[in-house]
């Protein structure tokens, strides 16, 4: 008998065999989620695997699951790759967390590493002009945060 957490711990580190055996066993794990609400698809894309991504969303894991925090995959991600996998199946680049930041506005808290994310945002229909709770848009955090002249120019 597995648990939600035998599964988590799997895709969380990308094995995605154990994933295949666990969810052959017991396919209802597929929808469950931990005591912070986090899905499969949150450890999926932790995992930065965007094999397992595809494979769970074939599944029918949802690429728009909220944890307790409002944060989907999208949020978590740091690379391109995944979060262009996450994007092709259907993740909302303007999904909202409970403090109304968008996956933009966590890439440029990020810093400027994360310029081909935030690139990569925007080019699927990231809203610039999202507000969050203290209503800042992308913009202002990548100001107040003295990020280079190339980000603050994708954010204007």
Do not use: C, W
């Not at 894991?61 to 262009?84: I, R, S």
């Not at 109304?100 to 990020?110: K, M, N, R, S, Y």
């Amino acid at each position: 008998m597995y648990t939600f957490t035998n599964l988590y711990h799997a895709a969380e580190i990308g094995d995605i065999e154990e994933v295949k055996t666990i969810l052959a066993a017991q396919p209802e794990l597929l929808k469950e989620k931990d005591e912070y609400e986090f899905s499969i698809m949150h450890a999926a894309a932790l995992a930065e695997d965007p094999q397992l991504i595809t494979y769970l969303a074939g599944l029918g894991a949802d690429v728009n699951a909220q944890n307790d925090e409002g944060m989907t995959p999208l949020h978590l991600v740091l690379y391109p790759e995944v979060a262009e996998t996450l994007i092709q199946l259907g993740a909302n680049v303007n999904a909202k967390s409970i403090d109304d930041e968008t996956p933009l506005h966590i890439q440029v808290a990020e810093g400027e590493q994360q310029y081909d994310m935030v690139k990569l945002l925007l080019r699927h229909g990231a809203n610039k002009n999202a507000k969050d709770v203290n209503g800042e848009r992308p913009y202002d955090i990548a100001r107040d945060r003295e990020e280079s002249e190339e980000i603050i120019k994708l954010l204007k």
